[in-house]
């Protein structure tokens, strides 16, 4: 049974360029939710998607966007890179009606 | 919103000894409240949660318990082991535990098991 999947695990990218960020549910899973984790810190909540939708937001900048897709696979986009935004992006997947959350390893992004 | 507090930030213990982490929560409205292991490099994995109808929860070396009134809940890790340190979060979330509703983290806690 595979768990939550992200792509890519790595990434460098330049300020003020735009970045997608990748999320394969846990199989069965219908629900998926984005974590900023700075280092040291812990995971900040950033968004929520629930059939194709967001339906929880975060205390983060439009420049955060996202997608889910029918096959409840999800994007997360970042537009206008800045240094700060050089952290781990966790996925988290669960289901309706469930109990808790799988997390992702992470795709570690890199903003210089 | 949800403000979660987790102490202390480092925890070093004698291989063997307990360890405990405590959180407190500002919502009272929070129901759900899960620990999740973070090795270095690696996805934050859930050790055990615990709902607000529950006093506390125990899984062989570990435990949760939880204290509504007072707002705060406590992990305690007995006989502790070298593949025990890791950093622990601890998160508090509305409803009890569905899938609406989002985790809201403690900064967490390094634990480091001494040999």
């Known amino acids: 049974d595979a768990g939550v999947t992200q792509s890519p695990t790595h990434l460098i990218k330049t300020r003020g360029q735009q970045v997608t960020l990748r999320c394969s549910p846990k199989?069965?899973?219908?629900?998926v939710s984005w974590y900023q984790q700075a280092l040291g810190q812990g995971p900040q909540f950033i968004f929520q998607?629930?059939?194709?939708?967001?339906?929880q937001r975060g205390n983060f900048p439009d420049r955060f966007s996202g997608h889910q897709f029918p096959n409840y696979s999800s994007e997360l986009n970042v537009n206008a890179l800045l240094l700060g935004d050089s952290a781990l992006y966790l996925c988290?997947?669960?289901?309706?009606?469930?109990?808790?959350?799988?997390f992702g390893s992470g795709t570690r992004l890199t903003v210089v | 919103g949800e403000n979660v507090e987790q102490h202390p930030s480092t925890l070093s213990v004698q291989e063997g000894d307990s360890a405990v982490i405590k959180c407190t929560y500002s919502?009272?409205?929070?129901?759900?409240f899960p620990w999740y292991k973070q090795e270095l490099g690696k996805r934050p994995q859930l050790i055990i949660d615990?709902?607000?109808?529950?006093g506390e929860k125990k899984d062989q070396r570990i435990a949760v318990t939880l204290n509504k009134t007072a707002k705060h809940f406590s992990l305690h890790i007995t006989e502790t082991q070298p593949e025990d340190s890791a950093v622990y979060f601890c998160?508090?979330?509305?409803?009890?535990?569905?899938?609406?509703?989002?985790?809201?983290f403690g900064k967490g806690t390094l634990l480091t098991v001494n040999p």
């Open positions: 615990i709902r607000s109808n529950v």
């Open positions: 998607y629930y059939e194709e939708e967001e339906r």
């Open positions: 988290a997947s669960s289901g309706s009606g469930a109990i808790g959350y799988t």
């Open positions: 199989s069965g899973h219908d629900t």
């Open positions: 919502d009272s409205a929070s129901n759900y």
């Open positions: 998160a508090a979330s509305l409803g009890s535990g569905g899938s609406n509703y989002k985790l809201t």
